[in-house]
């Protein structure tokens, strides 16, 4: 169980990508695939620790019954979204879909 006010730092991707978070800390699962990530999921969910959990790219949009329960409730695991390591600049957040819509198509110009 992590200290209080702390939160497990999960980080599921690339070998590349993994293998630089764990020089931090983070708890690393190198080369997963979506049924790792809702595997890890479904064990913070049943663990009940708060976690902030960095899912690359391709996984982040894999979804699953997991991912998709988490995003949808919100609480004491974050997820979030990292751009895939051998293509930063193709990078684009899930997020901005939403803000060209409230806002218009010229908005993140």
């Known amino acids: 169980m992590p200290a209080a006010g702390s939160a497990r730092l999960v980080v599921?991707?690339?070998?590349?990508?993994a293998d630089g978070f764990s020089l931090i800390g983070a708890e690393?699962?190198?080369d997963a695939d979506p049924a790792t990530v809702e595997r890890v999921l479904e064990?913070?969910?049943r663990s009940g620790e708060p976690a902030l959990v960095l899912l690359e790219t391709p996984l982040a949009h894999a979804g699953?019954?997991?991912l998709d329960r988490l995003r949808s409730?919100?609480?004491q695991i974050v997820i979030t979204e990292l751009p895939p390591l051998?293509?930063?600049q193709a990078y684009a957040p899930a997020v901005?879909?939403?803000v060209?819509?409230?806002l218009g198509p010229e908005a993140l110009k």
Do not use: K, T
């Open 28 to 30: 690393v699962h190198p």
């Open 100 to 102: 060209r819509a409230v």
């Open 96 to 98: 901005d879909a939403v």
């Open 64 to 66: 699953g019954p997991w």
């Open 12 to 17: 599921l991707g690339s070998a590349g990508l």
């Open 73 to 75: 409730e919100g609480g």
């Open 86 to 88: 051998p293509a930063p």
């Open 43 to 45: 064990q913070l969910v």
